[in-house]
Nanobody, 121 residues
Framework: QLQLVESGGGLVQPGGSLRLSCAVS????????IGWFRQAPGKEREEVSC????????TYGDSVKGRFTISRDNAKNTVYLRMNSLKPEDTAVYYC??????????????WGQGTQVTVSS
């Protein structure tokens, strides 16, 4: 059974940085595309970024382009989301999900439990 565990969230001041991790177990990470999503209170879930399994191609939501970077280390079975220049509107619970393709990851059955990111002074 594929399992995903997020970590690295916390409280950070505006303009600061965080790196989230998504640790995958139960199956080799190399088989999967991994997406990062976020959901703020009262808002719909938003896809933040995705990295493919086949060629490491990446996608980003418009609200995070140029500030966030997704990467993967298949040897460590971990995907990272580096978040720079954080804004209060980035405050949300961040989740990772796995599927074979980025185009399908939002419909995945495999999700982590989430990690809270709060951007506030």
């Amino acid at each position: 059974q594929l399992q995903l565990v997020e970590s690295g969230g916390g409280l950070v001041q505006p303009g600061g940085s965080l790196r989230l991790s998504c640790a995958v177990s139960g199956s080799p990470l190399a088989y999967y595309a991994i997406g990062w999503f976020r959901q703020a209170p009262g808002k719909e879930r938003e896809e933040v970024s995705c990295i493919s399994a086949h060629d490491d191609s990446t996608t980003y939501g418009d609200s995070v382009k140029g500030r966030f970077t997704i990467s993967r280390d298949n040897a460590k079975n971990t995907v990272y989301l580096r978040m720079n220049s954080l804004k209060p509107e980035d405050t949300a619970v961040y989740y990772c999900a796995a599927d074979y393709f980025c185009t399908q990851v939002s419909k995945s059955h495999y999700w982590g439990q989430g990690t809270q990111v709060t951007v506030s002074s």
